[in-house]
């Protein structure tokens, strides 16, 4: 396996999320659309309407509309909607309740998409596990039959130029008692952890794997590879630790992966300064390297193709990637494209057909 080609040296500030500029995307090129029967359930994705970046039904049916077979969607928490009263570890409950009126919104419209057919929702797990057990409790009730479970945010790094951590964390959080007793809180309700982290803390991924067997954990985006600040230097050995690290987590199988979500982290190509946008063929070259790694690992069976959007939406349009996702799973069987594409997201989130 090749290890990824080096960026630009023109200078970039990757691993941020801005608005995307509408003019640069419609630079990109005009794509026929790959394989456009394949249903595609999209893994994850974002609503949301922060100070000038909205990306609520309205901008997402435009992107879904856009020529891929969208059957249906995973809403992943954006920190977005929250109550603004009440009790503090409740707020994000808000958002679950802001995505189900979207989702139902968008069913009584009747388009072909099922959009937030699962949702992912957030607890503080520095609360311990009873106040998460409870927060649980009250996002079941709000999800109105589409809660599937949390996302912990656990990203750290010791460099101040990644600056992707959040509020708070620290490292080899994930082997603290503390924070395992709540993942057994959502292990017992027999819901879904999708974890965030960066590469370098795959090793306590798959020792949480390893530590709770009977939690169905999802690793986000491809495991987060770095290749920006002190990882733009030494890529080859990066990459090599990267995929150590995946293939190490791959080896517990209550770990699905999803495919995707690297835009902003790896830093193969310059989203922030270069003229046009890339196609999808471009895309698919440039990485080929992660997710190959990563269906080699996990399995066709146990990987899931996610947008990211509207995040990824800063380097490519949505019809884009989804091609450059068909360009990368090309050669596989019918079996194998229906896992990667809905079926191993519709298991994994317990999604009706």
């Not at 039904?57 to 809403?75: K, N, P, Q, W, Y």
């Not at 985006?221 to 030494?234: I, R, W």
């Not at 063929?281 to 080929?288: G, I, P, S, V, Y």
């Not at 989804?322 to 019918?334: C, I, P, V």
């Given at each position: ?11 970039t500030?990757?691993?941020r999320i801005?608005?995307?500029?509408e003019?640069?995307?419609?630079r ?5 659309i790959?394989?456009p ?16 970046f ?7 049916a435009?992107?879904?509309g ?14 977005s ?5 009440g009790?503090?570890?409740?707020r994000?409950?808000g958002?679950?309740e ?5 989702a ?21 797990f ?14 079941i009730?709000?999800?109105?039959g ?12 010791a460099s101040?130029e990644?600056k ?5 964390n ?5 082997a603290?008692?503390a924070?395992?007793d ?7 309700r027999?819901?879904?952890l ?5 590469s ?27 290749g920006?600040g002190?990882y ?10 990267w ?6 987590v791959?080896?517990?199988?209550n770990?699905v ?12 190509f310059?989203y922030r ?8 063929e471009?895309?698919a070259?440039?990485?080929?390297p992660?997710?190959d ?18 995040v990824?939406?800063?380097?490519t349009?949505y019809a ?11 050669g ?13 997201a519709?298991?994994?989130y317990?999604?009706a057909?």
């Amino acid at each position: 396996m090749n290890a990824p080609a080096s960026p630009t040296t023109r200078p970039t500030e990757f691993g941020r999320i801005f608005p995307p500029d509408e003019n640069w995307l419609a630079r990109q090129p005009q794509e026929e659309i790959l394989l456009p029967g394949l249903p595609i359930i999209d893994a994850h994705h974002h609503l949301w309407y922060h100070p000038g970046f909205r990306y609520l039904l309205e901008e997402f049916a435009a992107d879904t509309g856009s020529g891929h077979t969208v059957i249906g969607t995973v809403h992943a928490e954006a920190m977005s909607g929250y109550r603004t009263d009440g009790p503090t570890e409740l707020r994000p409950v808000g958002e679950t309740e802001t995505i189900a009126r979207l989702a139902a919104t968008s069913d009584a419209a009747g388009g072909p998409t099922k959009v937030a057919a699962g949702i992912i929702g957030r607890a503080d797990f520095g609360l311990g596990a009873a106040i998460v057990d409870n927060v649980v409790e009250h996002h079941i009730t709000a999800g109105q039959g589409r809660f599937r479970g949390l996302r912990f945010g656990a990203s750290w790094d010791a460099s101040e130029e990644i600056k992707l951590s959040h509020p708070g964390n620290r490292p080899h959080m994930l082997a603290e008692p503390a924070i395992r007793d709540c993942a057994r809180v959502v292990a017992d309700r027999d819901l879904t952890l999708d974890l965030w982290i960066l590469s370098p803390q795959l090793a306590d991924a798959a020792e949480l794997a390893e530590a709770i067997p009977e939690l169905r954990l999802v690793l986000n985006h491809c495991g987060a590879p770095l290749g920006f600040g002190p990882y733009a230097t030494d890529r080859a050995e990066h990459f090599a630790t990267w995929a150590r690290g995946i293939r190490e987590v791959a080896e517990r199988p209550n770990v699905v992966c999803k495919l995707g979500g690297i835009l902003a982290t790896a830093a193969a190509f310059d989203y922030r300064t270069t003229p046009t946008p890339p196609t999808s063929e471009e895309l698919a070259a440039l990485w080929h390297p992660w997710f190959d790694t990563c269906i080699d690992a996990f399995g066709p069976d146990r990987c899931m193709f996610e947008s990211n959007f509207p995040v990824d939406k800063m380097g490519t349009r949505y019809a884009t990637l989804w091609n450059t996702f068909k360009r990368l799973a090309s050669g596989a069987s019918e079996t194998e494209l229906a896992s990667l594409f809905s079926e191993t997201a519709r298991r994994t989130y317990r999604l009706a057909r």
